[in-house]
Nanobody
Framework: QLQLVESGGGSVQPGGSLRLSCAAA????????IAWFRQAPGKEREGVGC????????NYGDSVKGRFTFSRDNAKNTVYLQMYDLQPEDTAIYYC????????????????????WGQGTQVTISS
């Protein structure tokens, strides 16, 4: 079991940037794919994307392609979600999730693949 903690959320104006972090304890972090999801009030959970164990596979949801970037530092047990050009529709609680990896060339974007979840961090975009 991997315990995840998200941080870095906050409130910014449209066009602004934020960087979220997903940190884990323990020495097995490097064996896990990490995905990000978000959920806005009254809406279904949406996949933001995923990154495999060493970044060999990175996938982004259509709504964030070109604006969001994943990276990971396995020495720090942390995955980062860098978000640029944020818009009001990006307002949501952002969650990271982990799944034991089968290949560094694949990461799964569906929530059902992930059994370890963080508590979420709020991102609010408003003027």
């Amino acid at each position: 079991q991997l315990q995840l903690v998200e941080s870095g959320g906050g409130s910014v104006q449209p066009g602004g940037s934020l960087r979220l972090s997903c940190a884990a304890a323990g020495s097995t972090f490097k064996y896990y794919d990490i995905a990000w999801f978000r959920q806005a009030p009254g809406k279904e959970r949406e996949g933001v994307g995923c990154i495999s164990t060493t970044g060999g596979a990175v996938n982004y949801g259509d709504s964030v392609k070109g604006r969001f970037t994943f990276s990971r530092d396995n020495a720090k047990n942390t995955v980062y979600l860098q978000m640029y050009d944020l818009q009001p529709e990006d307002t949501a609680i952002y969650y990271c999730a982990a799944a034991r990896s089968f290949s560094d060339y694949v990461c799964y974007e569906g929530a059902a693949a992930y059994g370890n979840w963080g508590q979420g961090t709020q991102v609010t975009i408003s003027s």
